[in-house]
């Protein structure tokens, strides 16, 4: 009988079928390029995690924080604790059984990770360690669907109660992300919980159910009953949070209109300034006017008289 197969698979399959076949193709081949990486870098990891065994074993020679150092150099995701964690991977398996183990792929084709082994190092049994690997591979387990089987079904290595203390936002606009984000998984899981863990308990054979899956179920439901009591604390203060930034967003859009309504002074027009006098022309010395030609003596006013004749 085949397996069904997960949303996830389902999902690669369902784009995998719309691409040409060229592109099948591409995506097959550069399918088999992230697996072989994939399985190279559990081999890499191991060993970076072996090398820090030696380190921790030649402390003189390497320094008593040269793994804290390493996080920081290297700027290492996960940091210190990471990088610890690759420590134990080295410590609880040996070299030939992890290549061993990834040169075997999961029932999908995918290869097992190294967060698998890291989750693997949590449990104290050899045997128990063995039947998950199988489990993992038969049943395409992720990393995370594991770590949920072993919290749900094993005793394990250095357990801790409450979990992991949550780390401080950046900001509050990244709190409020994260906390958006945090709700919004919880409700989503909450939506197929019905179908997925309260129906199949209440059909269980008698013969599955037993102390550590009512110990889950109970500490589950004092969880949740905790969760609803924080959250509606939570909700409480949010509303008067809620109510301030509510007018001071209010505040800054009606100054801002107002500012758009109130018309703009127009700017005094500028004075032309008065045109310069042209300074007054030189008077040209008056020239003597050309001497009227002199008239002819006038006939003397004691003409002569000519005699008459009698």
């Not at 039947?131 to 394990?156: D, G, P």
């Amino acid at each position: 009988m085949a397996k069904a197969l997960s949303p996830v698979e389902k999902k690669r399959a369902a784009v995998l079928k719309e691409m040409t076949p060229k592109g099948q193709s591409l995506a097959k081949t550069f399918d088999r390029k992230i697996q072989t990486a994939a399985k190279g870098l559990v081999t890499i990891e191991y060993d970076m995690g072996a090398q820090l065994v030696d380190a921790g074993v030649h402390e003189a020679e390497y320094g008593s924080n040269i793994v804290e150092q390493l996080a920081a150099y290297l700027d290492f995701p996960g940091g210190a604790t990471a990088l610890y964690q690759l420590k134990n991977f080295a410590l609880e398996f040996d070299r030939g059984t992890v290549v061993k183990e990834v040169a075997k792929t999961m029932t999908n084709g995918r290869p097992l990770r190294t967060g698998h082994f890291l989750q693997l190092v949590r449990l104290k049994s050899t045997k128990d360690q063995l039947a998950m690997l199988t489990r993992i591979r038969a049943e395409c387990l992720s990393v995370n669907q594991l770590e949920e089987e072993i919290r749900a079904r094993f005793e394990r290595k250095n357990s801790r109660s409450g979990g992991r203390k949550p780390q401080k936002p950046s900001s509050p606009a990244a709190g409020l992300q994260k906390l958006f984000s945090g709700a919004q998984k919880l409700d989503n899981f909450l939506g197929i919980c019905e179908e997925n863990v309260f129906e199949p308990l209440e059909e269980a054979a008698p013969e599955t159910i037993d102390e550590a899956v009512v110990d889950k179920f109970d500490k589950a439901q004092q969880q949740l009953e905790s969760l609803l009591a924080d959250g509606n604390k939570a909700l409480e203060r949010m509303k008067p949070v809620r109510a301030r930034l509510g007018n001071v967003l209010k505040k800054k859009k009606t100054t801002t209109a107002e500012k758009k309504a109130t018309p703009k002074k127009k700017a005094a027009p500028k004075k032309k300034a008065a045109p310069k006098k042209k300074p007054a022309a030189k008077k040209k010395p008056a020239t003597k006017k050309a001497a009227a030609p002199k008239k002819k003596a006038a006939a003397s006013k004691t003409a002569r008289k000519r005699p008459s004749r009698v």
